[in-house]
T-cell receptor, first 114, second 112 residues
Framework: AQSVTQLDSQVPVFEEAPVELRCNYS??????LFWYVQYPNQGLQLLLK??????LVKGINGFEAEFNKSQTSFHLRKPSVHISDTAEYFC????????????FGQGTRLTINP | IAGITQAPTSQILAAGRRMTLRCTQD?????MYWYRQDLGLGLRLIHY???????GKGEVPDGYSVSRANTDDFPLTLASAVPSQTSVYFC???????????FGQGTRLTVV
């Protein structure tokens, strides 16, 4: 069965600084990978996903992530953050074949300081 | 607007009472899920359904039950609420089990 580890529970950064949120997964088969964002008092929204093809995936709000199969990672990056990016970010994985459900990481709280 | 609707948005419930959280989707998705979100624990899967008529247990199913009589609805029932079930509950759906999930806005439940 697959699993996901988000290495940082909290990440504080200054506005306009770059940020990287780390995600590592474990699976013995091919995977699909996802990043979700949760703004305060809201549900989760999909930021981006990797299904196949190019390993660099671009999402909404200027975020991107790179799938690295050898390192089993799917880190999320943004070159310049805004106050409005303050939220909780979740990485998720599922098996590319079969009927396995999404497995979520425990989340990373991104706080942007002015 | 297509999506997932959860009701109620919040509820305070006396311990020992029965409660059903409602979830409806209009995207004709096959799979539906119930998660609970607790501080420091992320999202934990309670129950899921691959397709109408089938359900399965997630990580934390004890004290909860679900049914999937049709494609659109996936209610979650707490038969006899306990304070440890105080949480924010999210319903989600996806076209298939391994594809991206779409989430409702959540139900904040407090059991006192």
């Amino acid at each position: 069965a697959q699993s996901v580890t988000q290495l940082d529970s909290q990440v504080p950064v200054f506005e306009e600084a770059p940020v990287e949120l780390r995600c590592n997964y474990s699976s013995s088969v091919s995977v699909y990978l996802f990043w979700y964002v949760q703004y305060p008092n809201q549900g989760l929204q999909l930021l981006l996903k990797y299904l196949s093809g190019s390993t660099l995936v671009k999402g909404i709000n200027g975020f991107e992530a790179e799938f690295n199969k050898s390192q089993t990672s799917f880190h999320l990056r943004k070159p310049s953050v805004h106050i409005s990016d303050t939220a909780e970010y979740f990485c998720a994985v599922s098996e590319a074949k079969g009927a396995q459900k999404l497995v979520f990481g425990q989340g990373t709280r991104l706080t942007i300081n002015p | 607007i297509a999506g997932i609707t959860q009701a109620p948005t919040s509820q305070i419930l006396a311990a020992g009472r029965r409660m059903t959280l409602r979830c409806t989707q209009d995207m004709r998705h096959n799979a539906m899920y119930w998660y609970r979100q607790d501080l420091g624990l992320g999202l934990r899967l309670i129950h899921y359904s691959n397709t109408a008529g089938t359900t399965g247990k997630g990580e934390v199913p004890d004290g909860y039950s679900v049914s999937r009589a049709n494609t659109d609805d996936f209610p979650l029932t707490l038969a006899s609420a306990v304070p440890s079930q105080t949480s924010v509950y999210f319903c989600a759906s996806s076209l298939k089990m391994n594809t991206e999930a779409f989430f409702g806005q959540g139900t904040r439940l407090t059991v006192v």
